[in-house]
Structures are given as structure tokens and as C-alpha cells.
């Protein structure tokens, strides 16, 4: 059961919005804190990349944990009302970002997605390392990678999945 009306509700969920959220203006000040400089939400590339690295050919998307259902992620609940329309909502967005990054992958272009949980909880010096490790990957030829599972595990190590589809593998 919900706690405000159906029209409260419809306000509330439109006001969420795409950009500027603040897990991606944690990393945006710490990669310019860096030196990088970038392009934000280029919308000629598929899926208006939340920031884009010309120079290293490489486009960065900060996922929200629960608007893209982050597996295994505390921040990646799923309402109990309505069920079907939201797993149907959450599996669109998976497919549509899989899409994107398929084209992005035909294109040329590499792809890094930094997800919601491995900025929320940082410390400024964590974000720091966070931005290191960003920068690493765009000096690196991986294609595509991951930043982001539980909290705890970033705070303690902040490690950097590398995870690439099978079907882009570089032989």
C-alpha cells in the first residue's frame, strides 16, 4: 500500500531525474579534480552516455542501482505493489542498456559503467581512489568493465570488475 495518492505518486517519480544526480557529480568533480575532462550526455551516442572521454574513445554511464536493477546491490529493492509492470520495467532497462552497449561496442567505442553503490557511501579520500581507478580503465584497451558491487567491498579494496560479453572479446 502506498503512503500518498496515485497523483502525489506520478509527481513524485516524475521529478527522479537523468542527469546531474549526485553519484554523478561525486565522480564528475573527482575525475576534473584529475584532469580528465569530458563531454556530458553526448546524445549523438546511443544511450546519451552520462560522460564521454573523446580522446580515449570511451563512454562512461552512472547507473542508478535501483532504476537498472543492480544484482545483489541493498540500493536495488523492488516495490511490492505492482509487480509485473516493474520487472517488466526493470527488464526493459537492461535490455535497452545491453542494446546500447552493443552499439557502442560496433562503433568502436569502449564502455565503463560506475554503478550508484560504488559512490553513494565514499569518503572523500575513497572517492579519490574511485577516480584512480576510473582513470586507470581509460588508460587501459578494455572494452567494457564495471565498477560496483557491495559497498563494503569497494570501501576495503575498491577492486574493478572486468567484464566483457563473450561475443566482444578481443582474440
Not at 133 to 154: C, H, M, Q, Y
Request: net charge positive; hydrophobic share 35%; proline share 4%.
Amino acid at each position: 500500500m502506498d503512503t500518498v495518492d496515485k497523483k502525489t505518486r506520478s509527481r513524485i517519480m516524475a521529478s527522479v531525474g537523468q542527469h546531474d544526480t549526485g553519484p554523478e557529480m561525486r565522480l564528475r568533480r573527482v575525475l576534473h579534480k584529475l584532469g580528465l575532462r569530458y563531454r556530458l550526455n553526448d546524445r549523438r551516442l546511443p544511450g546519451s552516455p552520462d560522460l564521454v572521454f573523446p580522446r580515449f574513445h570511451a563512454a562512461v554511464f552512472v547507473h542508478g542501482c535501483f532504476w537498472h536493477a543492480h544484482e545483489g546491490c541493498k540500493f536495488a529493492t523492488k516495490p511490492s505493489t505492482r509487480k509485473g509492470f516493474w520487472n517488466e520495467k526493470f527488464e526493459a532497462n537492461k535490455r535497452r542498456d545491453r542494446r546500447n552497449y552493443d552499439t557502442l561496442f560496433e562503433e568502436g567505442w569502449r564502455v565503463l559503467v560506475v554503478w550508484e553503490c560504488s559512490i553513494k557511501c565514499l569518503k572523500d579520500k575513497e572517492l579519490d581512489d574511485l577516480g584512480a581507478e576510473v582513470a586507470k580503465w581509460l588508460a587501459d584497451k578494455e572494452r567494457f568493465a564495471e565498477i560496483g558491487t557491495l559497498v563494503k567491498v569497494i570501501r576495503s579494496s575498491l577492486p574493478i570488475s572486468r567484464i566483457e560479453p563473450t561475443r566482444h572479446r578481443e582474440e
